[in-house]
């Protein structure tokens, strides 16, 4: 019998590739949108790649044809050069427009925690924009909110504990004293998976099994890579300072204002109850040798993967 297609984007990135690995798991056949189709392809044969053709909607509409579920990944972390929040919420739209017009059934749309069209945040105000043009779409979907989403190949925490193995005095922001509760990003997919066969719409946060906060969250990760160091509670101002500095010396955008305000307002939590498996303490203790050993840039990973390469 025909299997039908799913379509992932950003296959080759990170949340998309779990995704991606959890449907092969299952079965089920994959193909991927995304920025750079000539990406080292980790699947081979299995994933064909196509661009998103964002400024060419009917080649995209037909790249989407033939598709039952649409996963999408697709987001930016922050404005740079050409790229902008605007500009992705504006793809983000052509996107689940040809989704529709393709006949996808159900579009499966990676959100986060606490997105609100009033934040003063782009980053949040976006999220809840992307979530408001999928919900007025008129097809089946699922919204998955997580929180900060842990993995070999994620960048944020792994570059919190590269701080920490580099630097003898690390900052904690404010008090430290608010909350986060990171998710799984094989957990996460397996949730995606799972919502993409459940008839109708959902929305849902993913959320691990443990809270932390912020400085027990550091104190943990120090603690795990053996590293005594000293923690220094500063500003918000002067964290984002300091990270542009950090950010000057990497060539890479390290923190950004978003990320470091979503943090201190308590956004990357939920009240829901968790959904995630696995423990961040066991992954981390997994994980010890690897995690921070080597910094990991953003730039690098979108814009200059092929000089990084
Ligand atoms: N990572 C986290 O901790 C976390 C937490 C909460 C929510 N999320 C949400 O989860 C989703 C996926 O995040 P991720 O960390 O897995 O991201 P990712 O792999 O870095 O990117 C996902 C997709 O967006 C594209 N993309 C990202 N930045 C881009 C840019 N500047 N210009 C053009 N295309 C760009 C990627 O292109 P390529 O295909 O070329 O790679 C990929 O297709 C996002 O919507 C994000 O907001 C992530």
């Given at each position: 019998m025909h299997k039908l297609m799913n379509i992932v984007t950003g296959s080759f990135g990170y949340i998309g590739k779990y995704i991606t690995n959890e449907l092969l798991a299952q079965g089920r056949e994959v193909k991927t949108v995304t920025t750079h189709p000539d990406k080292p392809n980790p699947f081979g044969e299995?994933?064909?790649?196509?661009?998103?053709?964002?400024?060419?909607?009917?080649?995209?509409?037909?790249?989407?044809?033939?598709?039952?579920?649409?996963?999408?990944?697709?987001?930016?972390?922050?404005?740079?050069?050409?790229?902008?929040?605007?500009?992705?919420?504006?793809?983000?739209?052509?996107?689940?427009?040809?989704?529709?017009?393709?006949?996808?059934?159900?579009?499966?749309?990676?959100?986060?925690?606490?997105?609100?069209?009033?934040?003063?945040?782009?980053?949040?105000?976006?999220?809840?924009?992307?979530?408001?043009?999928?919900?007025?779409?008129?097809?089946?979907?699922?919204?998955?909110?997580?929180?900060?989403?842990?993995?070999?190949?994620?960048?944020?925490?792994?570059?919190?504990?590269?701080?920490?193995?580099?630097?003898?005095?690390?900052?904690?922001?404010?008090?430290?004293?608010?909350?986060?509760?990171?998710?799984?990003?094989?957990?996460?997919?397996?949730?995606?998976?799972?919502?993409?066969?459940?008839?109708?719409?959902?929305?849902?946060?993913a959320i691990g099994p443990e809270t932390f906060t912020y400085e027990e969250f550091l104190h943990l990760i120090a603690r795990e890579i053996n590293r005594k160091v000293h923690f220094m509670n500063i500003s918000s101002s002067l964290g984002i300072l300091l990270g542009k500095l950090i950010g000057w010396v990497v060539k890479d955008v390290v923190l950004t204002k978003d990320e470091l305000q979503g943090l201190m307002r308590n956004k990357l939590t939920s009240t829901q109850e968790p959904n995630g498996k696995t423990l961040f303490s066991s992954w981390l203790r997994d994980n010890k040798q690897h995690i921070g050993s080597e910094y990991t840039s953003e730039l690098n990973r979108h814009f200059y993967w092929q000089r990084a390469a």
């Open positions: 299995k994933v064909q790649a196509a661009h998103y053709n964002f400024n060419n909607p009917e080649k995209l509409t037909a790249t989407l044809e033939g598709c039952e579920t649409l996963f999408n990944t697709y987001w930016v972390r922050f404005n740079y050069r050409q790229w902008s929040f605007d500009q992705a919420l504006s793809n983000t739209k052509i996107l689940f427009n040809c989704a529709r017009d393709a006949g996808v059934k159900k579009i499966v749309h990676i959100s986060v925690t606490n997105p609100s069209e009033e934040d003063d945040l782009p980053y949040y105000r976006g999220k809840a924009m992307q979530e408001k043009a999928l919900r007025e779409l008129g097809l089946d979907y699922a919204i998955l909110r997580p929180t900060l989403v842990f993995g070999r190949e994620d960048i944020l925490v792994n570059n919190i504990a590269w701080t920490i193995r580099k630097f003898p005095l690390v900052p904690i922001f404010g008090s430290g004293e608010y909350q986060v509760q990171p998710v799984f990003v094989a957990d996460l997919a397996s949730l995606a998976v799972v919502l993409s066969q459940t008839p109708g719409s959902q929305t849902s946060d």
